[in-house]
């Protein structure tokens, strides 16, 4: 019944992909989450732009909703790991039994929010008094984050992304600075999977001449400076 309105044939690609692992990596992230229950339960079988359906997930959940749903954490493990499938079979039962998404959508937060401020409680008690810094795409999620932050701030020391983005832009930018490290500290870069040489004319603008000053900093268009990456942010 969830999927009346999706195309047979659809399902039946799907399946297949997972069947013979086509296109079909595990995921261990729990954006995915977002996503899956956006689709289902607002029925948005595509998104306009990027992090269109978990946003309208965010939008949709009711203020005034307090519910949980069930999850296990299993700490026979390093690191501890949150099986959220006890979650998405109660959500599931709950569209189902007509439940408005509002409603399981405002459960979903609670439970993602609670199980991440029980975990980072259970850390600080394992390792002794360290900041908690909370990052990652989710973290653009502004109900998720509230929660989280209003559950932890008056007892710990908490620090989120303010001038550079907590998802796939901090990512560019730390790949940015990784390789510029990589430029700074060796004659040759890696590029695009293989090592290239100093007389190679894509390595012209990393390498240093022979009759240059050895203490000058490599010139490089993917060098960027510390105001060069604030200005990024």
Known sequence: PLFRATPRRAIDAVRR??????NAPLARGVGRYFDAFGAIALGMPDARYE???????????????RGVYPVVIRDGVAPWEIDLRPMMKA????????VEPSIISARFHNTIAGVTIEMARAAVAATGDMP???????????????RVLRGLRDEHRVFMNHEIPPGDGGI???????????????SSVILSGRRVGAKDPLQMHATRS????????????????????????
């Open 172 to 186: 560019a930018l730390g790949q940015a600075v990784i390789a510029n490290a990589l430029i700074r500290s060796n």
């Open 132 to 146: 908690i810094v909370l990052s990652g795409g989710c973290f653009q999620n502004a109900l998720l984050a509230e």
């Open 51 to 65: 992090g269109e359906v978990a946003f309208q997930w965010n939008m949709a959940a009711d203020a005034n909703e």
């Open 17 to 22: 992909m997972i069947a013979r692992g086509l």
């Open 210 to 233: 022979s009759e240059g000053d050895p203490s000058r900093p490599l010139r490089h268009p993917l060098r960027m400076t510390r105001t060069e990456a604030a200005s990024c942010a």
């Open 91 to 98: 959500a599931v039962l709950d569209l189902l039994d007509s």
